[in-house]
T-cell receptor, first 109, second 113 residues
Framework: GQSLEQPSEVTAVEGAIVQINCTYQ??????LSWYQQHDGGAPTFLSY????GLEETGRFSSFLSRSDSYGYLLLQELQMKDSASYFC??????????FGGGTRVLVKP | SQTIHQWPATLVQPVGSPLSLECTVE??????LYWYRQAAGRGLQLLFY??????ISSEVPQNLSASRPQDRQFILSSKKLLLSDSGFYLC????????????FGSGTRLTVV
């Protein structure tokens, strides 16, 4: 079957580091994406990994291991505005993006 | 620059009534277009996608349908809404270049009563 698994919720304090893991199961895998969604808002694109390794974009980094069907999003120097839901999603054949259930990150002062 | 417009922002409809949600994209041509639905506190479920005018692929069999009458217009419809159709509907587009990110519209929160 096709699916993605990620933790449902993570809580951390300002300035901390949070790692959100994502495992997936699919055929015809092209790459793994991450999206951020604040309450009531639309998802916004954060990153895309097509190859194994770490991609860094400011305070956020994303990692992919294709052999392990695993990736993670690393949020560093957490800020209150980072409180949101984070979704991993894989790009597979057929121009489709399939999303995981999302991880709610709560940042406390 | 590219923009995506989706309306209305909120909608309350009675069971059995019709539905029409519209999405338009500006600043690009021949985009891939998508309709997703999100239940409260859940992930996004792909409903339909389109790679060109008149080309619609359905992911979830249900009482919803989609149409793409123009290159940058994507419409989600229903002839008779069900209570289970309530949710947050999001339109998205992706260009065919090396930009792998999907851009989402602001969404329509539909409540069927």
């Amino acid at each position: 079957g096709q699916s993605l698994e990620q933790p449902s919720e993570v809580t951390a304090v300002e300035g901390a580091i949070v790692q959100i893991n994502c495992t997936y199961q699919t055929s015809g895998f092209y790459g793994l994406s991450w999206y951020q969604q604040h309450d009531g808002g639309a998802p916004t694109f954060l990153s895309y990994n097509a190859l194994d390794g770490l991609e860094e974009t400011g305070r956020f980094s994303s990692f992919l291991s294709r052999s392990d069907s695993y990736g993670y999003l690393l949020l560093q120097e957490l800020q209150m505005k980072d409180s949101a839901s984070y979704f991993c999603a894989y790009q597979a054949a057929g121009n489709k993006l399939t999303f995981g259930g999302g991880t709610r990150v709560l940042v406390k002062p | 620059s590219q923009t995506i417009h989706q309306w209305p922002a909120t909608l309350v409809q009675p069971v059995g009534s019709p539905l029409s949600l519209e999405c338009t994209v500006e600043g690009t041509s021949n985009p891939n277009l998508y309709w997703y639905r999100q239940a409260a506190g859940r992930g996004l479920q792909l409903l339909f996608y389109s790679v060109g005018i008149g080309q619609i692929s359905s992911e979830v069999p249900q009482n919803l349908s989609a149409s793409r009458p123009q290159d940058r217009q994507f419409i989600l419809s229903s002839k008779k809404l069900l209570l289970s159709d309530s949710g947050f509907y999001l339109c998205a587009w992706r260009d065919r270049g090396l930009n792998y990110g999907y851009t989402f519209g602001s969404g329509t929160r539909l409540t069927v009563v």
